[in-house]
Nanobody, 126 residues
Framework: QVQLVESGGGLVQPGGSLRLSCAAR????????MGWYRQAPDEVRELVAT???????TYADSVKGRFTISRDNAKNTVYLQMNSLKPEDTAVYYC????????????????????WGQGTQVTVSS
């Protein structure tokens, strides 16, 4: 069983910074793309940032220049550095990963499956 375990959320003042972490734990054989999403009260979940297996990143326009996504493949961990935080960044942040949970056989790579973390609350308020 694979789990994505998030940490690093909390309360911060406008203009402050937070760093979120998400570690994939369990029996896994590879991770493709990973990403961060967020959901504010009464809003739909939206993409914040993604990073693929080669390190290529994408960002929502609302966070470009303020947030940075990165990953440590040796630790099966993805990070989200959030700077210059604004009240509108307040939301529950969810980690997502495309994870291979069974080994390749005779060179055939099995499909990746989508996993989600439990969410971590980020509140930006004075």
């Amino acid at each position: 069983q694979v789990q994505l375990v998030e940490s690093g959320g909390g309360l911060v003042q406008p203009g402050g910074s937070l760093r979120l972490s998400c570690a994939a734990r369990g029996s896994l054989f590879g991770i493709n793309a990973m990403g961060w999403y967020r959901q504010a009260p009464d809003e739909v979940r939206e993409l914040v940032a993604t990073i693929d297996g080669g390190g290529t990143t994408t960002y929502a326009d609302s966070v470009k220049g303020r947030f940075t996504i990165s990953r440590d493949n040796a630790k099966n961990t993805v990070y989200l550095q959030m700077n210059s935080l604004k009240p509108e960044d307040t939301a529950v942040y969810y980690c997502n990963g495309e994870i291979m949970t069974s080994p390749p056989i005779l060179g055939v790579i099995p499909p990746y499956h989508d996993y989600w973390g439990q969410g971590t609350q980020v509140t930006v308020s004075s």
